[in-house]
């Protein structure tokens, strides 16, 4: 079990320009979570999807993030036109959705928008 | 808004002694709780989740919730170098929501 996987461990945008987070969730997982992490704020929560349905997306900026789930083996995460307020690390989590809800974190993708 | 607080904010403890993290939230609704290390360049991993009053323990880790005062706690004993790490609490309003995250406790364990 590798765990859960982003892609890529590092992004370099431009401001303006367009940033894709990829996820690939534990197998079996029935749901998945983005978190944001920065030091001023620290872990944000964005959004999440049980069963590939968006669940509750009340932490997404709504202008210019959007998330999807498009099968049961990954996630996007989509940001446009960053801003360097969108530096970041962004971080993806699954869980079996049981009682036991524990999250299981990938190693995240380290956002920097200059 | 529902918050988690978490204290100190640093703590430096000796190898061999005991380091205790605490843990507030401002929702007597919150139900469920975490407690989650994260080392630099990787992602939080799971501690022990505790969710009756009373205490949980697993290995030299031991949780201590109290719904009453809002409050849950965790402590390491014999401390380890490789326990260094920045230490979140989260909770949940019920198990089938987000989980909302502390705002942390970096440990330091000194040799």
């Known amino acids: 079990n590798a765990g859960v996987i982003q892609t890529p461990r590092h992004k370099v945008t431009g401001k303006g320009q367009e940033a894709t987070l990829w996820c690939e969730p534990i197998?079996?997982?029935?749901?998945v979570f983005w978190y944001r992490q920065t030091i001023v704020q620290g872990l944000e929560f964005l959004t999440y999807?049980?069963?590939?349905?968006?669940?509750?997306d009340s932490g997404m900026p709504k202008e210019r993030f959007s998330a999807q789930m498009p099968n049961q083996s990954h996630s996007t995460l989509k940001i446009q036109s960053t801003q360097p307020q969108d530096s970041a690390v962004y971080l993806c989590?699954?869980?079996?959705?049981?009682?036991?809800?524990?999250?299981?974190f990938g190693a995240g993708t380290r956002l920097s928008v200059l | 808004q529902q918050k988690v607080q978490q204290s100190p904010e640093s703590l430096s403890v000796p190898e061999g002694g005991m380091a205790s993290l605490n843990c507030t939230s401002s929702?007597?609704?919150?139900?469920y709780f975490w407690w989650y290390r994260q080392h630099s360049g990787e992602g939080p991993k799971a501690l022990m989740?505790?969710?009756?009053?009373g205490d949980k323990k697993e290995g030299r880790f031991t949780a201590h919730l109290n719904k009453a005062s809002l409050h849950v706690s965790l402590h390491i004993r014999d401390s380890q170098p490789s326990d260094s790490a920045l230490y979140f609490c989260?909770?949940?309003?019920?198990?089938?929501?987000?989980?909302?995250f502390g705002t942390g406790t970096k440990l330091q364990v000194v040799p």
């Open positions: 989590a699954s869980s079996l959705d049981l009682l036991e809800n524990t999250l299981y």
């Open positions: 197998s079996g997982h029935s749901a």
């Open positions: 999807f049980r069963n590939q349905a968006p669940i509750d």
């Open positions: 929702d007597r609704n919150f139900q």
């Open positions: 989740s505790i969710f009756s009053d």
């Open positions: 989260a909770a949940s309003l019920n198990s089938g929501t987000y989980q909302r």
